[in-house]
């Protein structure tokens, strides 16, 4: 895969807590517009790659390359996490931390800021109105596009786990994110709405410029949906390829079976 197709690359990542390696010179390229999927059984290393590219941890040694448009590409290596938001690379948790007490609606537009929440310009409405005006129709295109548009003045305490993990989905779409990497999106999800998690994210990426890296445990509903597949085992990618190349990888086919 030639780097200017690559959103994410990552260059002999590597990262160790004392004696343990979590990540072993892993070498991953995410391609722009994909779903590709991060596999593996429980301490793989598949959560600590995440945290290691956005910056919550750093890496001992290796680099993170993230590539926002065509035209960039950037060295994030060890950059802090907001930095790394900034520029479009969002994740989401296993377990969604929304603002519970607020409406859907409020929660996305928490991403936004306004020039009505600075004192100086709150008593004068015409110079922020338009703007705020603009949010709320942004907001509401996006939870159309998740699905959640009929829930709009919902408490988000009230959606169920699959609800709240499309509701992370849409303040990262809100944040005009281009990577979004998902930790487990249909972790804790009633099996009858997994699968529509992942068609739902299919058809966002068909409808806007984004990029989806998947951390998923239950392969069986994910694989069918990646573009392509990363597997990992104690902390070294073993296997890379097609989702179908991947189910018949002998490698991976044991780290499975014998987990």
């Not at 129709?137 to 993990?165: I, R």
């Amino acid at each position: 895969m030639d780097n200017a197709e690559s959103v994410l690359t990552t260059i002999g990542l590597t990262k160790r807590f004392g004696g343990l390696v979590a990540l072993n010179n892993v070498n991953i390229k995410v391609k722009r517009n994909s779903l590709t999927l991060l596999i593996g059984p429980n301490g793989a290393g598949k959560t600590t790659f995440i945290n290691t590219c956005i910056g919550v941890l750093k890496p001992d040694k290796g680099k993170v390359i993230f590539s926002p448009d065509n035209g960039s590409s950037l060295d994030i290596t060890g950059w802090p996490p907001h930095k790394v938001y900034k520029l479009g690379f969002v994740r989401s948790f296993q377990i969604p931390q929304p603002f519970l007490s607020l409406t859907v609606l409020e929660n996305i537009l928490t991403v936004f800021s306004s020039k009505g929440e600075n004192p100086l310009y709150a008593p004068i409405r015409p110079v922020w109105r338009k703007v705020e005006e603009e949010y709320v129709e942004k907001a509401f295109k996006v939870l159309k596009l998740v699905g959640l548009d009929s829930y709009w003045d919902m408490p988000a305490y009230k959606l169920g786990a699959g609800q709240l993990k499309m509701l992370e989905v849409a303040r990262a779409l809100a944040a005009n994110a281009k990577l979004v990497a998902l930790d487990e999106p249909i972790g804790g999800t009633d099996p009858a709405y997994a699968k529509s998690i992942f068609e739902k994210l299919r058809a966002i990426k068909s409808s806007v410029d984004i990029t989806f890296l998947v951390v998923e445990h239950r392969i069986d509903i994910a694989l069918p949906f990646a573009d392509y597949v990363y597997a990992m085992d104690r902390g070294s990618v073993i296997a890379e390829g097609s989702p179908w190349e991947i189910s018949k990888n002998p490698k991976v086919v044991e780290v499975y079976i014998g987990e």
